[in-house]
């Protein structure tokens, strides 16, 4: 598991991978109402604001982990927002990125790095 | 932080796990462990405990009653020489222009009027009503008592445990309660579109006061995020937002809180700041109204979100002026001020989200029924 300084989480599926928010992301936004995913076959570059999010309190963006395509998206998690915060790991997946630069990955921060970011 | 103020609950809060944010100058809980959403839930279908003691408690006293009475209809186009005793209002304070300074509660406590302000205004409130009012009026700030609300459909059965008679209340009654002890001045009436009560007691009794309705099983504590989706899905007006100085009764569809013995031709009409705007405009066509909006997808818009009457027309109609996820609605809930041409009830409006025109309905509010114990 990968994890990015904005709170997600990237899990390697094939040659894609699964993006979601932290535990700690959706507690920190409370409860989701409103998900709004990107298209598939989108082509986003890293830091793209291509999801938005709104919490009963706010909304938010989630950026492009790294440069690639879209493969798939949650659309279980569009019609039903609170998976992400019953089941962030899981059921609240928010969309697959097939990377156009593996490298990019290198980049991104382990679970020990992620936890002490947290504190 | 050092500078925020804090309510005699502050402590309790913090053991409640409560994230606390600034308000008003005070530092209050936003939410608590269980979230907006269930907080929400449960006060509609429970009961749900606020810490809303950082709203401005004041008497307003005279030689009698009347007196008080009298000198607050120079303020308030409402008629409180009229109000029962031990019955409750809801008014406002008006400007020359017939814009809403503050909206407030008014109740009849025998020999005063006991009156309840929002907090941010409650600073500039009493000295209003300082300076206007005649000097054989005295207007005194309660600072050393706490306010609690406790609202859901459960209310009346929690408070009764503490003291039987709160169960002999009506809607917008008040009444003097023991309460374990303490003495708390309480009205059966709140901000959430629920029955149930709004409690003042002493600050050194309130933790008690306030565990003691915690301790119930049906009463959980809820913060200010489930207190605004509360009042929005009720369709009650957040001052400073849906309401301001340059709101009027009329615009605000508030007319229904101007009685007829204040209006044209009634027995004591006007004599209040702004008069003839606010009396002129009744029954009148005005510019723009509040409204209650349903956008029709699933995202919710918030305040400031602009409104237009078509997908490509540049001239905005209107503005959202308080929105968001309504949890028993189950959907985004919200309201705004609209040109009068555009507001019936039906029309399609579009609000502009992150540059896409999105289709909102103006609907009936409440969106909730209410649930007050007439």
Not at chain 1, 7 to 19: I, N, P, Q, S, T
Not at chain 1, 44 to 72: C, F, L, N, Q
Not at chain 2, 331 to 348: F, K, N, Q, R, Y
């Amino acid at each position: 598991m990968k994890y990015t300084e904005e709170h997600e989480w990237l899990r390697a599926e094939g040659d894609a991978y699964v993006v979601g928010i932290t535990e700690h992301a959706t507690t920190q936004l409370g409860d989701l109402v409103f998900v709004e995913l990107p298209e598939v076959g989108a082509t986003v570059s890293a830091d793209d604001e291509i999801v938005v999010i709104e919490s009963v309190k706010a909304a938010s963006d989630i950026m492009a982990p790294v440069d690639g395509e879209i493969t798939e998206v949650n659309t279980d998690l569009a019609d039903d927002p609170s998976l992400a915060n019953s089941d962030p790991l899981g059921k609240g997946w928010f969309f697959k990125i097939k990377p156009s630069d593996a490298s990019q990955l290198d980049g991104l921060l382990d679970e020990a790095a992620y936890n002490a970011l947290i504190g | 932080m050092s500078d925020l103020k804090q309510t005699p609950l502050h402590a309790l809060h913090l053991t409640l796990g409560a994230k606390m944010v600034p308000f008003a100058g005070y530092d209050m809980p936003v939410q608590y462990p269980m979230g907006v959403m269930k907080e929400h839930l449960h006060t509609r279908s429970k009961a749900g405990l606020f810490d809303v003691s950082h709203m401005g408690q004041v008497i307003v006293r005279g030689n009698t009653y009347e007196a008080a009475a009298q000198g607050l209809e120079t303020l308030i186009p409402v008629d409180i020489l009229g109000l029962g005793e031990n019955r409750q209002r809801y008014g406002f304070f008006t400007n020359a222009n017939g814009g809403i300074t503050d909206d407030l509660m008014l109740a009849n406590r025998a020999d005063h009027v006991f009156v309840v302000v929002n907090a941010a205004c409650k600073d500039a409130d009493i000295a209003h009503m300082k300076s206007a009012l005649e000097p054989d009026i005295t207007v005194t700030e309660i600072k050393d008592r706490a306010l609690l609300a406790l609202q859901g459909p459960a209310a009346e059965a929690v408070l009764a445990t503490l003291d039987p008679r709160a169960g002999d209340m009506r809607f917008m009654d008040v009444a003097t309660l023991d309460l374990n002890g303490t003495e708390a001045w309480v009205s059966r009436s709140g901000y959430t579109g629920e029955d149930g009560y709004e409690i003042s007691v002493p600050s050194d009794a309130a933790s008690d006061v306030a565990q003691a309705l915690l301790d119930h099983p049906d009463v959980e504590p809820i913060g200010l995020g489930a207190r605004d989706s509360l009042r929005l899905e009720a369709g009650l007006c957040l001052y400073g937002h849906d309401i301001n100085e340059t709101t009027t009764p009329m615009e605000a569809g508030l007319t229904w809180a101007i009685q007829k013995v204040r209006r044209s031709d009634g027995a004591r009409a006007g004599g209040f700041p702004g008069a003839d705007n606010v009396l002129g405009q009744i029954g009148n066509p005005v510019a723009r109204k509040r409204v209650g909006l349903l956008p029709t997808g699933r995202a919710p818009m918030r305040e400031g979100v602009v409104l237009y009457a078509t997908e490509t027309s540049d001239t905005p109609v209107g503005e959202i002026t308080s929105g968001g996820f309504g949890p028993t609605v189950g959907g985004p809930v919200a309201m705004g001020l609209i040109g009068a041409d555009h507001s019936a009830v039906g029309t399609t409006l579009y609000g502009e989200l992150r540059g896409k025109r999105l289709p909102v309905t103006v609907a009936i509010m409440p969106f909730t029924p209410a649930n007050f114990k007439r």
